[in-house]
């Protein structure tokens, strides 16, 4: 067991090395450096300022010397303007090139500096992701719940009225993307023009214009039921439903085994069979769905986020890339690989434990 | 605010002739306040030579109940060394913390804050600018005539990348050193600074008050004033996360001059996307918007918020760029000007919200403007030019941002240039990325804000070789006439050399000027003294809300 995690862990490292690479090389591909350079500099420079700005700030050095420094195994660049001030990349605000240190990338645990938001990363993406955090939990606490309820339910008698009726809502779930669901949410239950908001304004139900808010930015300070609600539909309808079409295949499955048969026959009440013998082994296949979803829902994060101006690690996402902030992108997804690959880890660790037919050798 | 201006000039033979065409109605009252102020003449002075009293006049402020909390929707962007800033925003946030020598207003006079008064003398050549007495900075330091002149020759430092100041500086730079011209900045007295210009200029004055010229502590030019902090304003950055949100609160340790009303400002950043402001602001999470545009005029109306008009010289320029072939061809140019219909432009990209141009980039609220008549539309007599231009199967590509009017204005030029018979392709490029390359597009649009006399917008814009000329127009008789322009006072002989300068604009084919837009801004019922303001200002100090 310690091996195959040590194992899973190279492949991590291997994995975010090569990501960050393929990143590196596109962010300092040369019109968005000159892009950069503009968002930065002033958004009409000249070619020649364009030049001069990205030559000052070592930008036109070879890529892989650069990609080193970002990794802390090369020593960073410094440069002596004419007029005496010293900079560099290690060279933080009143440093010289004497008291900077040589090497500062992510061995040495510095991500960096996010351009668009003259700050450091780590100071940036910690707080974003905190938020996201919050997001995906409630999501998923909404979710999984759900989803597992209407997989069993539709599964436990295969082409029942019941079964026909759940399956349709979770198709019909899963086949709406965010952006379509999240837009006729706010259409709704979040527009004082539109939907029913008008109507329960009108007969004094509710205190302010609008039923739940179309905005989340308030949740950013304090989530409330008013302003998280519309977000955390939208993310977990469209999982929602998927996680409920394979907790139903497997129940329905189980479902026709031998031993359920067997248990029928000798007479267990209907209740019994689904609670104690269909179930552990119905939630086998949903457990790995339910772990390959959480890397889902990050992209699902980014459209929600950014719809619902919610200013977490997806709309950061959004930001740093329309605005070819390089080192936050790495970072990004520096992050992104290792949610990837832990969500994995944990779910072919939770398989085994599930199911003891399965070994991990 | 208190605002003494008696020391102010009461008048000014200029000016008094100014006044004498206001009377004769060549002018305005916008065109005589701006020419008067500009010369130096006080606000109320100006009113009353033409016989008004500025109590009755628009741009009185209310004077707002003190504290109060003001979320704003604005645009967060990073702090700069002001001289660089490229977008009004970033001078809105700023203003609460480094204050500005002269003002714009709304009505288009000119008062001054960090300066008493000023004056010119008759041929514009000499500007006396008399400092307000006892103003401190927050660190504890007196501000001094020493601090404008080290701002002013900061601002003619043209070796500073994106410096904006230099080109509004323009005639105190010397070409060869790249800074202010010797002896140029002369301080008279602790609070006198005096400028001595080699020939005349008429827009120092509205140069000093635009958005790039906040004022600095001598010390700190060239810094970012939300990183030092140190400034004569009554505000300090309480927090700033680009894209997110920056808060100015009262600075407790810091006497300011004058008034200031609010506890505390909150600048929101919703995006780019005005349906996340309406969202927002049916949240409730803000009390006015830094500008509303387009359809979302009459939505935020809807919800109860009060609409603020203003007219501006403020357009979307539709320009070939002539580096580019076939717009070379002035054929071609032209026959892009004979197949749109301003008009059309104005009713589908802006819901006619504003007042139609005539493809020159003077407005009439310019006080140089002059009465060129505008093209005559004619689709077929435009094909034909392009037939013999040779270019009839070349594919036009039209280029804009992705953004409301501008994008609407657009896509209404390109179907009409295909209603004339062009062949067009049309490209919308996300706002994050259309600002990378848009002096160089070869057929684009780009919005132009207002700025207070015509011959500025023609200096930044249309200039040979000027770094904002995206037309990338170059015409030796348009230079020497703007270089004539630049140094005639009078505005009746300055419109008859913009008379030509507007027609070679017009021969030339230089570019699609549709319409002057109107600007608007909302805000909740309560919210004072947050009118919109042509060049989209916003003063930090004389908001208000009522309790």
């Known amino acids: 067991m310690g091996l195959f995690i040590l194992r899973r862990l190279g492949v991590m490292l291997l994995t975010a090395l090569c990501l960050t690479f393929i990143v590196f090389f596109l962010t300092n591909l040369g019109p968005n450096l000159e892009k950069l350079a503009k968002t930065q500099g002033n958004n009409r420079m000249s070619d020649a300022e364009v030049v001069q700005w990205l030559e000052n700030r070592g930008y036109t050095r070879p890529l892989v010397v650069r990609y080193g420094e970002w990794l802390g195994v090369a020593p960073g660049w410094t440069r002596v303007a004419a007029d005496g001030t010293e900079t560099g990349r290690c060279v933080d605000r009143g440093m010289t090139i004497e008291t900077a240190p040589t090497f500062c990338g992510v061995l040495q645990g510095d991500l960096g500096f996010s351009t668009v938001s003259d700050n450091e990363v780590s100071a940036i993406v910690g707080g974003r992701l905190a938020l996201t955090g919050w997001l995906m939990l409630i999501a998923f606490s909404v979710m999984v719940p759900a989803a597992l309820i209407i997989g069993i339910l539709a599964g436990m008698k295969e082409g029942s009225r019941t079964d026909r009726t759940l399956s349709t809502i979770s198709i019909a779930s899963t086949a709406t993307p965010e952006y379509v669901s999240g837009v006729i949410f706010i259409i709704l239950l979040a527009s004082s023009t539109a939907g029913l908001s008008p109507w329960l304004a009108e007969n004094g139900w509710i205190e302010g214009r609008t039923l739940f808010l179309g905005s989340s930015r308030s949740a950013m300070e304090d989530i409330t039921f008013w302003n998280f609600t519309l977000p955390v539909l939208t993310i977990a309808l469209y999982g929602m439903g998927y996680i409920a079409r394979m907790t139903r295949a497997s129940m329905a499955e189980v479902m026709t085994a031998q031993y359920i048969r067997t248990a029928r026959l000798k007479g267990v009440s209907f209740r019994n069979i689904v609670l104690k013998h269909a179930l552990r082994n119905a939630l086998i296949a949903p457990f790995t769905v339910i772990m390959l979803q959480i890397p889902w829902l990050l992209t699902g994060v980014v459209i929600v986020e950014t719809l619902f101006n919610y200013n977490g690690f997806g709309w950061t996402l959004v930001q740093a890339a329309s605005n070819n902030d390089i080192e936050l992108l790495l970072s990004i997804s520096i992050v992104a690989v290792i949610v990837v690959l832990t969500t994995q880890l944990i779910s072919d660790i939770g398989y085994v434990y599930l199911n003891p037919r399965i070994r991990i050798s | 605010m208190t605002q003494s201006t008696q020391d102010q000039l009461q008048t000014h033979p200029a000016a008094e002739m100014y006044a004498r065409e206001y009377k004769d109605g060549h002018l305005d009252r916008r065109e005589f306040l701006v020419r008067a102020t500009a010369l130096g003449v006080s606000a109320a002075a100006a009113y009353s030579m033409i016989g008004m009293s500025p109590a009755n006049a628009a741009g009185h402020r209310q004077t707002p109940p003190m504290g109060g909390t003001l979320r704003i929707q604005q645009e967060v962007r990073v702090g700069k060394d002001p001289r660089t800033y490229d977008w009004s925003q970033m001078g809105n946030l700023g203003r609460g913390i480094t204050e500005y020598l002269v003002e714009y207003n709304r009505d288009g006079s000119f008062s001054g804050i960090l300066l008493e008064s000023w004056e010119a003398n008759e041929d514009a050549t000499q500007y006396t600018l008399n400092v307000r007495q006892g103003i401190m900075f927050n660190n504890g330091d007196e501000f001094t005539a020493e601090d404008v002149a080290a701002n002013i020759r900061g601002w003619c430092d043209a070796t500073v990348e994106g410096n904006s100041m230099s080109t509004r500086m323009g005639i105190l730079v ?83 001059w004058g008034e200031a009303y609010l506890d505390r400002i909150e600048f929101v950043d919703l995006g780019q996307d005005p349906a996340a402001w309406m969202a927002g602001a049916e949240s409730g999470e803000l009390d006015m918007t830094y500008e509303t545009t387009g359809d979302f005029v009459d939505l935020f109306t809807s919800i109860g918020f009060e609409v603020s008009e203003v007219t501006t010289a403020a357009t979307v320029v539709i320009r070939p760029n002539q580096n580019n072939p076939p717009y070379d061809n002035r054929m071609v140019r032209q026959a892009l000007l004979k197949a749109v219909d301003n008009q059309v432009l104005l009713d589908l990209g802006m819901a006619g ?55 609407d204005t657009t896509d209404a030029y390109a179907s009409q240039l295909r209603d004339a018979g062009f062949n067009v392709e049309r490209t919308v490029i996300p706002g994050s990325t259309f600002w990378n390359d848009w002096t160089n597009y070869p057929l684009s649009s780009t919005n132009w804000n207002h700025r207070e006399l015509g011959v500025m917008i023609l200096n930044l814009a249309y200039r040979t070789g000027v770094p904002w000329n995206e037309a990338a127009f170059s015409n030796e008789e348009f230079d020497s006439l703007l270089d004539q322009a630049n140094g005639i006072q009078d505005a009746d002989e300055r419109r008859e050399v913009m008379r030509r300068l507007e027609e070679i604009m017009q021969e030339e084919g230089v570019a699609t000027i549709p319409y002057w837009r109107s600007l608007y801004r909302h805000y909740r019922p309560g919210v004072i003294n947050a009118e919109m303001h042509p060049k989209f200002e916003i003063n930090p100090h004389y908001l208000g809300i009522e309790a």
């Open chain 2, 174 to 256: 010397d070409a060869d050193t790249q800074q202010a011209i010797e002896g140029a900045i002369e301080v008279v007295d602790s609070h006198t600074v005096r400028l001595n210009l080699p020939s005349p200029d008429i827009t120092i004055i509205p140069g000093i008050a635009d958005y790039p010229a906040a004022i600095q502590h001598r010390d700190y030019i060239g810094q970012d004033p939300l990183e030092h902090g140190v400034g004569t304003g009554a505000y300090r950055l309480a927090a700033h996360e680009v894209g997110v949100q920056a808060v100015l609160e009262k600075n407790p340790d810091h006497e300011y």
């Open chain 2, 353 to 407: 919200r504003g007042e139609m141009a005539r493809d020159y980039h003077v407005s009439p609220i310019h006080p140089e403007w002059a009465d060129v008549p505008a093209i005559e539309v004619d689709k077929d007599a435009a094909y034909a030019l392009l037939e013999e231009a040779g270019e009839a199967d070349h594919v036009f590509e039209v280029i804009s941002i992705d953004d409301g009017y501008r994008r």
